[in-house]
């Protein structure tokens, strides 16, 4: 049977309003234990495909986020987006794992737990669970989509760029995105968490092999701190922060990640599968832009790959390796938007046509993405403009507004500190989401001077 209709019961269907009374927290019920999960992942599967949720291209913008924010100041602001990313994981899986206690479910996804949260808060916000849960659904299966197109762009201009010019071909981008498509055709039909552990585990290696180059690169060359700024000027704070946050968020994976957990219990520990994931990209960032900002300080280009020289095949290979990371990368970035889908459509598909129906609807949804990316090549700033609103609200502002209605109107801690404390990131997530819509705009009107 596939694996979409190996499931435990929907929230849907058992998981309405409960009356109040009824929703004292019952010390007996232990959801893990309860959860009945096909193809569970181990944790070490888990802390693989958490890394690279956040672990992507994303860390050859470093050295540019250190440009905007200085060497110092990079170094603390990093650990501080870091920290407050970990957090909001942290609220999120707890607040769904104490939803599940309160309604006696075994597990609930993202959406699930908004439309819990807002169903069972107060009275003003039951009216509009169905919209949280909504969004949720619709925001993921947006940028996760139609992102696919900004990837097939990169990895098709990538291998362009290399291959024509050590090959002295003339071919044009789209032969390329034809021949990335066939390659990510069949990434795309793994269904399985477990199954993507190795694609991600391939891709990671890529990542961190194109880190270990260009850091043989920095360190062959003498580096200065003379001319180097230590701290940011006030404009160029949002770029910074802009850049840090949309590098290391991977919110979308991280509740079916932990959902399909063989010992979920290992997530949120103390020294469990989030904290370790989450330092360790932290350390990657940090070496990566400290080091490259202070070796080519005002020099510093996009992509730390665009500041190595371009007449040796070892660096030229790490652009070829960040292309083979996002490719490998694509069957992960399927499996939140198509987990979605299937919920929405499964159930009007007859038990005997799953398998065909799954590998039909990825297939349409890849060819689709691939007629828009060779349509219009220039994507990106409206994908961008559509990822900040989803990172700064999804990221950022939901786990903090899950977790004040949750505990609302009593469970705050002393002198309601965690109701300060929740305040004081939705005004981070306000100003992220200010920062990001602003810059994509700017791109979006540029591209019609």
């Known amino acids: 049977m596939n694996s979409e209709q190996e499931k435990v019961p929907s929230f849907h269907m058992v998981a309405g309003r409960v009356p109040y009374s009824d929703q004292s927290e019952d010390e007996d019920y232990a959801p893990f234990e309860h959860r009945k999960v096909s193809k569970a992942t181990s944790s070490l599967g888990t802390l693989i495909h958490l890394v690279k949720g956040s672990l992507g291209t994303?860390?050859?913008?470093?050295?540019?986020?250190?440009?905007?924010?200085?060497?110092?100041?990079?170094?603390?602001?990093?650990?501080?987006?870091?920290?407050?990313?970990?957090?909001?994981?942290?609220?999120?899986?707890?607040?769904?794992?104490?939803?599940?206690?309160?309604?006696?479910?075994?597990?609930?996804?993202?959406a699930e737990t908004a439309e819990n949260v807002f169903a069972n808060g107060p009275p003003g916000v039951r009216r509009f669970s169905g919209f949280a849960a909504a969004y949720i659904d619709y925001i993921l299966l947006i940028v996760s989509f139609f992102s696919i197109c900004v990837y097939l762009v990169f990895i098709s201009t990538t291998?362009?760029?290399?291959?024509?010019?050590?090959?002295?071909?003339?071919?044009?981008?789209?032969?390329?995105?034809?021949?990335?498509?066939?390659?990510?055709?069949?990434?795309?039909?793994?269904?399985?968490?477990?199954?993507l552990v190795p694609f991600s585990l391939i891709a990671n290696t890529s990542i961190i092999v194109v880190f270990g180059i260009t850091m043989v690169y920095v360190f062959k060359e003498p580096i200065t701190f003379d001319d180097?700024?230590?701290?940011?000027?006030?404009?160029?704070?949002?770029?910074?922060?802009?850049?840090?946050?949309?590098a290391i968020e991977g919110i979308?994976?991280?509740?079916?990640?932990?959902?399909?957990?063989?010992?979920?219990?290992?997530?949120?520990?103390?020294?469990?599968?989030l904290n370790i994931a989450i330092c360790s990209i932290t350390?990657?960032?940090?070496?990566?832009?400290?080091?490259?900002?202070?070796?080519?300080?005002?020099?510093?280009?996009?992509?730390?790959?665009?500041?190595?020289?371009?007449?040796?095949?070892?660096?030229?290979?790490?652009?070829?390796?960040?292309?083979?990371?996002?490719?490998?990368?694509?069957?992960?970035y399927y499996y939140v938007p198509m987990e979605i889908l299937w919920r929405k459509i499964g159930h009007r598909i007859p038990e005997a046509r799953y398998n065909l129906a799954q590998a039909g609807i990825r297939f349409a949804i890849?060819?689709?993405?691939?007629?828009?990316?060779?349509?219009?090549?220039?994507?990106?700033?409206?994908?961008?403009f559509?990822?900040?609103?989803?990172?700064?609200?999804?990221?950022?502002?939901t786990p903090v507004v899950l977790d004040t209605i949750?505990?609302?109107?009593?469970?705050?801690?002393?002198?309601?500190?965690?109701?300060?404390?929740?305040a004081g990131l939705g005004l981070f997530a306000l100003l992220i989401l200010g920062v990001g819509t602003y810059f994509s705009m700017l791109d979006i009107i540029a591209i019609y001077e």
């Open 58 to 110: 994303g860390i050859l913008a470093m050295p540019l986020a250190f440009k905007n924010g200085g060497l110092v100041f990079g170094l603390l602001g990093m650990v501080l987006v870091a920290t407050i990313y970990a957090h909001c994981v942290h609220m999120l899986v707890g607040t769904a794992q104490k939803a599940c206690k309160r309604s006696r479910i075994p597990v609930l996804g993202f």
């Open 159 to 195: 291998l362009r760029d290399v291959l024509n010019y050590e090959f002295k071909l003339d071919w044009s981008i789209r032969i390329y995105i034809l021949l990335t498509s066939a390659a990510i055709a069949i990434i795309t039909q793994v269904r399985e968490l477990k199954y």
């Open 228 to 246: 180097r700024r230590l701290w940011p000027e006030a404009t160029n704070l949002p770029a910074f922060f802009g850049t840090a946050v949309y």
């Open 252 to 273: 979308g994976i991280v509740l079916p990640v932990e959902n399909k957990m063989k010992h979920p219990q290992h997530f949120l520990h103390r020294f469990g599968v």
């Open 283 to 332: 350390i990657l960032y940090n070496i990566t832009g400290f080091f490259g900002y202070a070796l080519y300080g005002e020099e510093t280009k996009g992509s730390i790959t665009l500041n190595l020289p371009n007449d040796q095949i070892l660096a030229k290979s790490t652009q070829l390796l960040a292309a083979v990371a996002i490719i490998f990368t694509t069957g992960l």
């Open 366 to 384: 890849l060819v689709a993405n691939v007629g828009l990316a060779m349509l219009v090549p220039q994507l990106e700033p409206f994908i961008g």
């Open 386 to 397: 559509v990822g900040s609103i989803g990172s700064a609200t999804l990221a950022l502002m």
């Open 406 to 422: 949750f505990r609302w109107p009593h469970d705050f801690g002393w002198m309601r500190w965690q109701l300060v404390k929740n």
